[in-house]
C-alpha cells in the first residue's frame, strides 16, 4: 500500500477553498445573513475586495457556455470571438452594476433657508432591464419633493445618480418605482415624495407582441402627496408633456 504524500508548503499556504466559485462564496455569505438575493436587491456588503473581478471571469466563462450551446462558432466567427467576455462586462460592470457596488455617497446640507415648496426633478432618462428575459427597458422618471425645515436637502444631481443606482438592475417597474422612493425617503426624509415614471419595455417591443409605441407608466405617492389631492394635482400639471 503507497504511502500517502507528506504535504507540501505550498499545498498548507493554499486556501482550502480555492476551487470554489465567487458566486458560490458570496451566495452563502448572503445566505449566512438570511439576506434575499433577487435579481432587483444590491448584494454588495458581501463581496469582498477582488471578488468582482474573478466573478467577471467565472460569468465570462458561463457566457462561453451559452454561446456553445446556441451553436455558435466563437473560434471561426471574428465577430463572437470574444462576445463571452463583452457581455460579462455588459452585465457586471454596467447594466446590473446596481446590484454589485454600493449606493452612492450624498452630501447632504441642512435646510438652512426652511424651502417649504414643491420641487420637481426630472425628466431623469433612466435604463434598467426586466427581470423577465432581460430586454431592455428605457425611460424617464420625474420627482416632487416637498421639503420641510428638517429636509436634508441634496443635490439635483443626486437624485439622478441615485435612480441610476436603483434601475441598474433586473427591474420590474413597479418594484423599482418603489424601491427608488424608500430610498429618497430614507435620505431625505421630505413631508412628501412623488414619483412618475414611463418607459419602454423591449420584452414587448423587441419580442411577444412586437408593439412599438406602448409605454407604461407608474407612479408612487408618499406623505402629503397621497392626502392632500390638490398638491398631487399640482405635481402632475407641472410634469412637461410626456411623449
Known amino acids: 500500500m503507497k504511502a ?9 499556504a493554499r486556501p482550502v477553498d ?8 458570496i451566495r452563502e455569505r448572503v445566505q449566512a445573513a438570511r439576506k434575499r438575493y433577487h435579481a432587483n436587491d444590491n448584494i454588495a456588503e458581501f463581496i469582498q475586495p477582488g471578488e468582482l473581478e474573478r466573478l467577471l471571469d467565472e460569468v465570462s466563462q458561463k457566457m462561453q457556455g451559452v454561446l456553445d450551446s446556441l451553436v455558435i462558432d466563437t473560434e471561426r466567427d471574428h465577430n463572437t470571438s470574444d462576445t463571452a467576455r463583452r457581455v460579462a462586462k455588459m452585465y457586471l460592470n454596467e447594466v446590473f452594476k446596481g446590484r454589485y457596488v454600493k449606493v452612492p455617497g450624498l452630501t447632504e446640507f441642512p435646510n438652512a433657508e426652511h424651502l417649504n415648496e414643491l420641487m420637481i426633478v426630472g425628466p431623469i432618462t433612466v435604463r434598467s432591464a426586466c427581470s423577465h428575459h432581460f430586454c431592455p427597458v428605457i425611460g424617464k422618471i420625474w420627482i416632487g419633493v416637498m421639503p420641510n425645515e ?7 444631481s443626486k437624485y439622478a445618480r441615485l435612480a441610476e443606482w436603483v434601475m441598474g438592475r433586473p427591474q420590474i417597474q413597479e418594484e423599482a418605482v418603489i424601491q427608488l422612493a424608500d430610498l429618497i425617503q430614507d435620505k431625505t426624509q421630505p413631508d412628501g415624495l412623488a414619483i412618475v415614471m414611463e418607459a419602454s419595455h423591449y420584452c414587448m417591443a423587441w419580442r411577444g407582441v412586437k408593439d412599438m409605441d406602448s409605454k407604461m407608466i407608474n407612479s408612487v405617492m408618499r ?3 397621497l392626502k392632500d389631492a390638490n398638491l398631487r394635482r399640482e405635481f402632475l400639471s ?3 408633456r410626456r411623449s
Not at 428638517?150 to 439635483?156: A, E, F, S, Y
Open 4 to 12: 500517502p504524500q507528506a504535504m507540501t508548503a505550498a499545498d498548507a
Open 18 to 25: 480555492e476551487g470554489t466559485p465567487v458566486s458560490v462564496k
Open 150 to 156: 428638517h429636509t436634508n436637502v441634496i443635490g439635483l
Open 223 to 225: 406623505g402629503v402627496f
Open 238 to 240: 407641472l410634469i412637461p
